[in-house]
């Protein structure tokens, strides 16, 4: 039953690993690319394995509104939808229904809100989440919470930490588990150790395959985040999986995966792309920018990606400046390997005993 | 000098063969997509390839403005900047300048424009025109005319044709001829069989690799078109490609074929891919109607694009509802390649002696 965690190497407090999979394995630290709406935005699924990804991350929120869990069921599952036979991980919908429904009322049962898209009327529950995530055939699933806003009190992040965890219960309870499928907890409490600590022994006394860590990168900074995850990591069994929702920028995971975790997944590779920012073995390049005009250089000579192999600088900023779909295709196509040569090149330094020296060794001087 | 043509077999007026470039040969009947702005939208070069194009078409209007062709020349050119080694045929500027610039103002000189883009000043005439499409290092130059507006009295397209042999003219006196490179010539005269005919010859007088037929696609409906081409194909020289320019859909394609056009360029399959319009063996789909959310078909069963292999109808009609950037990619790479079957059907029609069957024999009865 459920998935299962392998580790191979350790290196302080990073490890190297394996997630074992109904759909195959995911080596860690893992980065996961976002397919919000059943689709890595601007890349063909082949393209998105083609940088390294082992696995992807779909949204309950927007799939249960469009084209909704029940016909993606009917159509034989979302791997099939999608056309990606690798792992999948959903989160539960309690993120984006905070972020992005309107008129959301939240009781003890769940949440009822509208829709963004058309404004209808829908419901999401511990119950529900888990349905949808059945119906989706994710192989993580993530229990439903409540994210708590940023920032808050002690008293109102015990609050919805503590509905969270009454979630969490109901969530494990109504969870069908299957062989290769797994069930991921999510610890809150906001910045406050204690809470962090009440949430965290709580979630592992119902237990779950995989522990995330959630209510951060929501503005307080990387310091703070940091020192979340230095009190929180330990806090997690050493044997289980540890996610970091919705991070970050390089130097975020970087630091996080010197702290003990495992996956992340973040919208900023996939955003930026679109946007015409460039993550780069330099630093982040604004492909906008006039300098770029009649630069004849790859964004990044040591990337093998098909923006950096086939096409200049020059090129993209054209693209970009024009409005044209290729420009995001390839820039998204480009900071999705770029992340995914990171994962890579933590795993190797973990291994190889030199993850101090990992900036020094991945990064080049910034250029003119 | 210049590029060749070789008939391989007629079949009536219809024809195939090759017509061989300084970046390899073009099969005719070909159609050409359009690469507006060094880029077929929505596409990877390679996967335009992949669809059987052995050409594209950039516009030179919108090369011009932005990079400029001098930019593109001096970062190697057009072939280089946009990752494609296959011939490449730019248009002259002329149409574009009619249909997008702002405050055109026409002499005998030439053109003088601004830009759609940010209102600056241009001029653009046989000469300018010339040099640009060399810039560019397009395998086929098309020189330099006024495209007739419709409808024209018979005065009016024959000044505007007289007009456009002078430029002709002077196109052919600025050209550089280069080994494998070539220069067509652009009969005008409206829907006046008598201009036609005097475009025509003074054209061949000029001398030019190949022939296009232009002023058409313009508004005056299939059978006109197809009238203009009864009087007008028969003036060509047999052994020079002629190209239709501007067109078109599939049966306007059939129908010029059969009347002896050997290229073909037209926005059509991508344009209409991007909107949610399929051109399938069924006859045309347009992709957004509520019938095909739960229709868990390919397109197109016959057709080995990706979109049709790997995909079902209910997940193009989900990523086109839901604006998202692949379903373009998709419906884009779908339609091109049914253009392209559709070329490779005519080709092997031609070759076997079936052309009048070429409908029954492609087509597919229509579905619910």
């Known amino acids: 039953m459920s998935t299962r965690f392998k580790i191979s190497t350790t290196s302080g407090h990073a490890r190297t690993g394996v997630v074992k999979t109904a759909h195959g394995d995911i080596r860690t630290p893992a980065f996961m690319p976002v397919g919000t709406a059943a689709t890595v935005k601007a890349m063909m699924p082949e393209s998105v394995a083609a940088t390294g990804a082992d696995i992807l991350l779909g949204n309950t929120y927007h799939l249960m509104l469009r084209p909704t869990a029940e016909r993606i069921d009917a159509l034989g599952g979302l791997h099939k939808f999608m056309h990606w036979d690798k792992p999948i991980l959903t989160d539960s919908g309690g993120f984006q229904v905070m972020s992005l429904a309107q008129l959301r009322k939240i009781t003890e049962k769940g949440v009822t809100f509208q829709s963004h898209i058309d404004g209808s009327k829908y419901e999401l529950s511990p119950e529900r989440s888990m349905e949808i995530q059945h119906l989706l055939g994710s192989d993580i699933t993530m229990i439903f919470d409540e994210c708590t806003p940023f920032p808050a009190t002690e008293k109102v992040a015990e609050k919805s930490m503590e509905l969270s965890l009454r979630w969490a219960r109901r969530s494990k309870d109504a969870y069908k588990p ?191």
């Open 178 to 368: 299957r062989k290769g499928y797994g069930l991921f907890g999510i610890v809150q409490g906001s910045v406050y150790h204690e809470l962090r600590k009440r949430s965290a022994e709580a979630l592992i006394d119902i237990g779950f395959d995989g522990y995330a860590i959630g209510g951060l990168a929501v503005g307080e900074g990387q310091k703070v985040m940091l020192e979340v995850l230095d009190y929180t990591a330990p806090l997690l069994p050493e044997d289980k999986p540890r996610y970091l929702m919705g991070v970050g920028k390089p130097d975020d995971i970087i630091e996080a995966v010197r702290r003990g975790i495992d996956m992340f997944d973040c919208v900023i590779p996939t955003r930026s792309g679109r946007n015409g920012q460039a993550f780069t073995r330099y630093g982040t390049l604004n492909i906008k920018n006039a300098k770029f005009a009649d630069d004849a250089r790859p964004l990044d000579e040591k990337c093998e990606c098909p923006a950096c192999k086939d096409y200049s600088r020059a090129y993209l900023h054209h693209l970009v400046r024009s409005g044209e779909i290729l420009g995001s295709m390839l820039m998204t196509w480009h900071n999705l390997r770029f992340y995914q040569d990171l994962m890579a090149g933590l795993r190797a330094a973990i291994e190889e005993g030199r993850l101090d020296d990992f900036e020094a060794d991945f990064f080049l001087p910034k250029q003119a």
